[in-house]
């Protein structure tokens, strides 16, 4: 139960910094796009720098949950930072949410509820990762990252560029959590010392500062109705697979398996709706407003087709 705790609050910091992160990058002109220049630009930002310091929360907070707990079970929960990001906007902003929204953050609640019961993660019979899977995990899953950004980066329009840039933030988040799950199955076995003579950590850190790096373009390169169903859908997916396959971790089988499809279906249908709420378009233009570099009228006629 402490793991689902350290979890919803670390999704909750993110959700926040989620939130001052996306106004911060909207200002940004499109042509610092895929170039060292952004973080350059953003460093003087405020807003930025404050949603840098709630997401080193987060992974501090998800750290500890993954120390306790299931790597299936933990990127299950931080999948609710997305409902909670559009309540704290619309919080920020003072726009009520609709009954639509409201019901997609249902949704993706009762998903996420109805995924946890249905699979019940649980440890395996040893937590020791043989080599041999680190390095395969880390290939498959660190080439499909390379492969949707090559592919992001050589296509020239913004809303699919936006959604394969997404979809490889979503990828790289994943390998960033089942580095910090190493990193905290170290410290229960050696505690601090072993964390900081691990690989691990230095791991943990490379694929963290990659997945920064790729969320920053995917809110640079389009509307969040492209880029956010894959940072909120793949991250878990993923993670679950690297719980199972590489972890060892258990999860329900036969026809309790088979029934996870209902509440996939509906996070995933809770993504897509929230996506598009008219909550976050509103945060994108009020950024945007104070630019003066048109990004948003090409928003505003991506997010409306």
């Known amino acids: 139960m ?3 705790v350290l979890a919803f609050l670390g999704a909750l910091a993110n959700a926040m910094g989620n939130t001052l992160n996306r106004k911060a990058s909207r200002d940004e002109p499109a042509e610092v796009q895929f170039r ?5 630009d953003l460093v003087h930002r405020p807003a930025w720098l404050s949603a840098i310091g709630l997401m080193t929360v987060s992974f501090l907070l998800a750290s500890a949950a993954l120390a306790a707990g299931q790597l299936a079970s933990v990127q299950l929960v931080i999948v609710l930072e997305l409902p909670l990001t559009l309540i704290g906007g619309s919080l920020l902003l003072g726009i009520r949410l609709g009954v639509r929204e409201w019901r997609a953050i249902a949704a993706m609640t009762g998903g996420v509820i109805g995924l946890l019961a249905l699979l019940n993660p649980r440890p395996g019979p040893s937590t020791a990762v043989p080599a041999i899977m680190w390095i395969l995990g880390s290939a498959a899953n660190g080439g499909a990252v390379l492969v949707l950004y090559l592919a992001a980066k050589a296509h020239p329009g913004p809303l699919v560029r936006a959604a394969l840039l997404g979809a490889a933030a979503g990828f790289s988040y994943a390998l960033t959590a089942a580095y910090t799950k190493g990193m905290a ?6 505690g601090i010392s072993a964390v900081f003579s691990s690989w691990e950590l230095y ?7 990659v997945s920064v790096w790729l969320l920053q373009n995917a809110y640079e390169a389009g509307p969040l109705t492209a880029s956010q169903p894959g940072i909120t859908l793949v991250d878990p997916v993923i993670s679950t697979l690297w719980g199972v396959v590489v972890f060892g971790e ?3 089988q036969g026809a309790l398996l088979a029934l996870t499809a209902l509440p996939l279906i509906a996070v995933a249908a809770g993504a897509v709706v929230l996506s598009r709420s008219p909550v976050l378009r509103a945060a994108a233009q009020a950024s945007e407003a104070g630019a003066g570099n048109g990004r948003h009228q090409r928003d505003l006629a991506e997010a409306d087709s």
């Open 185 to 190: 199955d170290q410290f229960n076995e050696g």
């Open 36 to 40: 060292l220049r952004m973080f350059a």
């Open 203 to 209: 791991a943990c850190v490379a694929a963290g500062l």
């Open 2 to 4: 402490i793991s689902y």
């Open 250 to 252: 258990r999860v329900n």
